[in-house]
Each structure stands twice: as structure tokens, then as C-alpha cells.
């Protein structure tokens, strides 16, 4: 998902648990939300931090991919409304970095571990948005996606965490409606238009699939994470979901899905489908997709460049924080 | 030296007429600043009529492993609750 191969800690059983583990675990158990400040097992909070951060960093990243379309939105209105969400975005990476940094790691210590590559963002945001259809394509499928393992995390343990994502649940699935309106748009067009969508499903189909991590049976740690409540379904549950829930959607908008052993399957009640290439996920997340080295040298430089400007702005704060003390005295 | 802004908590006032109420926190370099990023970060779907914004630093909380003692003396205060009074049904609701 946004955090995707989330490093936990090995689970443990109640009897190697200290008193105080055995009484943290029962407050989640009893759905009792945990509060900055509060005693919690350092592995909670270094998972958590793992999490939220990595989470923060997609959303910040993820506003690169659709803002390469802000000037170039077919109508004022498109524009408009891609600039937004492009805003959301930020809004959402910031919410997720204030909650972090309720469990004491500083916003300068996030941004440098995403910089020096210590910390990941989702392997989404390393695929190219060679059209508009993609803008389609990524509200619909990326953020269904998202909001897929988001709507469960308002439940997640953590309260600063749970309520962050109060917030952006609440305006996400304005994103997944504007991505499908788009799509209607193209596939209601000109052949060429409908062309361009169906090209753009079948480049983020699969890539939208691995958001969501690798399989359950490849998937170490989840159960410590799920314990604490921090992840609140397995990949493949929130996987199968996923694709349920999307198929009708490409039907509706007369696009086939580009797997050819897509099959409803009556006995589960669900759809069997096929497995994306876990080699290319494994090859992204470790740096080497199709933007990797775009995306973060553009994140680095905005950074970089703007040192001048936050260092600026400071010193100003600090010469009229001298200059009101000074008068304050002369007043006194 | 590092030159990261201070943090902000950051309180709202929705239509209602009611309570401001702490909706997060943010990094700005003053409070001019801070209440700006506010407007943007926090309400940008008209969330509210009033932007309150104080360095996180300034603020004093009490501490979560006094719950106990910081609370308790109100809970042998029964007769603090309207329940604890028993009023004829005659009397209607009062």
C-alpha cells in the first residue's frame, strides 16, 4: 500500500510478554486508543514511525506523477481540479508527518532518511503519466487502491495516526470520483480518446495490484502489526477487494482488464485473477523503476532549493520576535 | 545550525458556534505564518470560522501516568450527578 514491506518485529506470545507489554496489548485488544506520551513498547513505535513515515513520503511524492499534468489539463476546470488534489496530497503527507512526529522523530529526520533513500514511498510513484488518461487511471485505480487500506486504518491503534486518517478518508474519495470521471470522459470520446484509456488501465493495472504488498505467503512480520493493530487486513484480503470492487467499474466503462485469467469465481464469491510480477516490485521498491531516480532527485532539489527560503523566513521570525522585546522594554 | 521551524498546534473553530478544538500540528517559521499554513493545511473545505495557533512548547499537559491520582477524587462524587437524586414520577421530568 502507501506503506508497503513495513519492517515490523517478530510477534510475541503472552508468556515472554513483560507485565507492562501484557497490559499495553490488552488496551488494543479492548480497542483502546494509544496517545503520544504514553508507555508503549519501543517496537510499537519504531514500527509506527516506519509506517506513518513511509506513508507521509508517498503522499508527498505521489504529488509529482500528476502534477507533470497541471499545465497541460485539457480545460481550466481539469486543471483546477487537478491542482486541488495535487494540494490534498501535500495536505495528506502533512497531517501523516505531524503524526509522527508524535513519536519522537523530528520532521528534518523523516525528509533526510526519504532523501538518502533510508526510508521508501510507494512503488506506485516510480511509473510514468505519459497521458492524461493516466490522471484518470490514477484517481481511479491508485486512490481506490489507497482508500482501500485506508478506510480500515481509521481504526488503527495509534490516535494521532487513526485521526489523520479520519482526514483523509474523508477527502480522498473525492479523488477516486474525479479520477473515474475522467475516465467516463475519455471512454464516452473518440476511439482514439477510449484508445488512451484502455492503454492507460493496462499500464497501472498490475503496479496498482502490488500497492498493496506481496503476498500473504511471502509476507513476514504482518502478524506483530496486526496484533497492534498498525495493519488491520492482510495484503491479500484488501487485494481481492480491490480487484471485486474494480472489475464491474472497467465493465461499466466498457475497458478489459488486462489479465486474461480474470474469472468470477461463484464459490468464493469473488474474482480469481492473476498474481502482478513480484520480480519488477521487488526491482522497483529497490530503486530501479522507470522514475525512481526522477522522483527523488525532484523531491531532493525542491529542498535543497528552498533552504534559503525556510532559513530566510526564520531569521526574520527571529529579528521581529528582537524587535517586539525591544519595544516592550522601551514601553516598560 | 538547524533551521527547522518550530511546531504549531493548531485549533479550529468550526460554523457552529462551537468550541475551538485541536485538529493538528504543523511547522511554521512565526505565528503569522503558522495561522497561513493553518487556512491551507486544515480548512480547505470550510472547515472553520477561527484559527487559534500555539508553539507547541508553550503548551504544559498533564502527564498520562497520573491519570489515576489526577482523576480519581471526582469519582466518589456521585452526588454530582443529577441520577443520584430520586424525584417522584408526579413531578414530572425535571
Known amino acids: 500500500m502507501y506503506a508497503q514491506l513495513v519492517k515490523s518485529e517478530g510477534s510475541k506470545s503472552r508468556d515472554e510478554m513483560t507485565p507492562e507489554e501484557i497490559a499495553f496489548q490488552d488496551r488494543i485488544d479492548r480497542n483502546e486508543k494509544i496517545e503520544p506520551k504514553e508507555w508503549m513498547p519501543e517496537g510499537y513505535r519504531k514500527t509506527l514511525i516506519r509506517q506513518i513515515g513511509q506513508h507521509a513520503h508517498s503522499e508527498i511524492v505521489g504529488q509529482l506523477p500528476e502534477g507533470n499534468w497541471i499545465t497541460r489539463a485539457p480545460t481550466l476546470e481539469r486543471k483546477a481540479i487537478l491542482l486541488a488534489k495535487v494540494q490534498d496530497e501535500a495536505g495528506h503527507g502533512l497531517y501523516l508527518y505531524c503524526a509522527a512526529e508524535t513519536l519522537g522523530v523530528s520532521r528534518d529526520e523523516l525528509l533526510e532518511k526519504l532523501h538518502s533513500g533510508n526510508m521508501k514511498y510507494s512503488s506506485i510513484f516510480n511509473y510514468p503519466t505519459l497521458t492524461w488518461a493516466d490522471m484518470g487511471a490514477v484517481g481511479w485505480l491508485v486512490d481506490g487502491a489507497a482508500i482501500m487500506n485506508q478506510v480500515p486504518l481509521q481504526r488503527t491503534s495509534y490516535g494521532p495516526y487513526s485521526r489523520a486518517m479520519i482526514r483523509i478518508c474523508k477527502e480522498e474519495s473525492f479523488h477516486q470520483r474525479q479520477g473515474y470521471d475522467i475516465m467516463m470522459k475519455m471512454c464516452a470520446g473518440t476511439p482514439e480518446q477510449k484508445a488512451m484509456a484502455q492503454d492507460a488501465l493496462n499500464r497501472f493495472w498490475y503496479p496498482a495490484l502490488m500497492m498493496f504488498g506481496p503476498s500473504d505467503k511471502d509476507s513476514v512480520h504482518s502478524a506483530q502489526s496486526m496484533a497492534w493493530k498498525i495493519k488491520m487486513n492482510t495484503n491479500d484480503e484488501l487485494r481481492q477487494k480491490f480487484v471485486d470492487q474494480t472489475v464491474p467499474q472497467a465493465e461499466y466503462l466498457g475497458l478489459t482488464v488486462p489479465d486474461p485469467d480474470l474469472k468470477w469465481n461463484e464459490d468464493k464469491g469473488g474474482y480469481d485473477f492473476s498474481e502482478p510480477d513480484w520480480s519488477e516490485f521487488f526491482a522497483v521498491i529497490a530503486g530501479n523503476g522507470p522514475c525512481n531516480a526522477e522522483r527523488l532527485g525532484a523531491r531532493v532539489k525542491a529542498w535543497e532549493d528552498g533552504a534559503w527560503f525556510r532559513e530566510g523566513l526564520m531569521a526574520h521570525a527571529a529579528k521581529a520576535e528582537d524587535r517586539a522585546r525591544a519595544a516592550r522594554h522601551a514601553a516598560e | ?94
Not at chain 2, 504549531?8 to 511554521?28: D, K, P, T, Y
Not at chain 2, 473545505?45 to 512548547?57: K, L
Open chain 2, 1 to 94: 545550525m538547524s533551521s527547522e521551524w518550530p511546531l504549531w498546534e493548531i485549533f479550529i473553530r468550526g460554523q457552529h458556534g462551537l468550541n475551538h478544538r485541536h485538529v493538528g500540528s504543523l511547522h511554521a517559521p512565526d505565528a503569522e505564518m503558522a495561522i497561513r499554513n493553518a487556512r491551507d493545511v486544515y480548512t480547505r473545505r470550510n472547515e472553520g470560522v477561527s484559527i487559534w495557533v500555539v508553539r507547541s512548547n508553550d503548551i504544559t499537559a498533564s502527564s498520562p501516568s497520573e491519570k489515576g491520582p489526577l482523576y480519581d477524587p471526582s469519582n466518589s462524587k456521585v452526588y454530582r450527578h443529577p441520577t443520584f437524586y430520586d424525584i417522584p414520577d408526579e413531578i414530572g421530568h425535571m
